[in-house]
């Protein structure tokens, strides 16, 4: 898998490489910008580009920006967006759209390997990826809403999970269930929410959407 890695730290940028090639990837470019993020993905074409969230010049949403431009301009370029805080407004706008095969993970996430090369895989791989602490802030941050009112607890236990990415096979091994139970609880929550005919894994991320932005 080619990288293309983008953060104004060049500690942080050496770190990601030294982390990202011993797990048998390649390094094509490491960038301090949003502006060079783009030139240096679209020259070298990247399976994934890893963005820091805040760049120059401003040290706000450059590096939201930025992704959206490369899900947008360079389909093929999966985009993983790694923040130092939970800040749902930007992870929102990141999957507005029922955008697929991004992520949002926060900084200290990186440091297990392990977690950063399996967030790598499955978001080139087509898969939305969301960092946990991001979906517990927004199970805690509000009350449940009306459009969420109708699913059972186990139902937004299942959602909760969707919206970290897992698969239903993750989920059951999670909630030590079977993967046909999940299946059963996946199809109630398109159900209850309105999710009518679509492919499977653009529900998910609809589905997904609708509990995020609903929170």
């Known amino acids: 898998m080619r ?62 920006r930025a992704a959206t431009a490369i899900r947008r301009d360079h389909p093929d370029t999966a985009v ?7 800040e749902a407004e930007y992870a929102l706008e990141l999957l507005a759209g029922g955008r697929t095969a991004v992520g949002y993970l926060l900084k200290d996430r990186i440091l297990n390997s392990a977690s950063l090369l399996a967030a790598l895989w499955r978001i080139r791989a087509g898969e939305v990826v969301v960092d946990p602490a991001l979906v517990e802030s927004l199970l805690t ?14 139902e937004r236990e299942v959602l909760a999970l969707m919206a970290e990415g897992l698969t239903d096979r993750a989920i059951a ?6 993967p046909k139970t999940v299946a059963t609880h996946v199809v109630h929550i398109f159900q209850r929410l309105g999710i009518g005919d679509a492919p499977s894994y653009n529900k998910r991320v609809r589905a997904v959407l609708a509990y995020l932005q609903a929170t």
């Open 173 to 178: 091994d999670r909630l030590r269930v079977s």
């Open 141 to 154: 941050a509000a009350p449940v809403p009306d459009g969420l009112a109708a699913l059972s607890t186990r």
């Open 80 to 86: 993983l967006v790694l923040s130092q805080y939970v």
């Open 3 to 64: 990288v293309v890695l983008a953060d104004d730290s060049v500690i942080v940028r050496a770190g990601l490489a030294r982390l990202v090639e011993a797990g048998g990837c390649q390094v094509v470019a490491e960038v301090g910008d949003g502006e060079a993020l783009g030139r240096a993905v679209a020259f070298e074409k990247p399976d994934i580009a890893v963005v820091d969230i805040r760049m120059p010049p401003t040290h706000t949403d450059e590096g939201i």
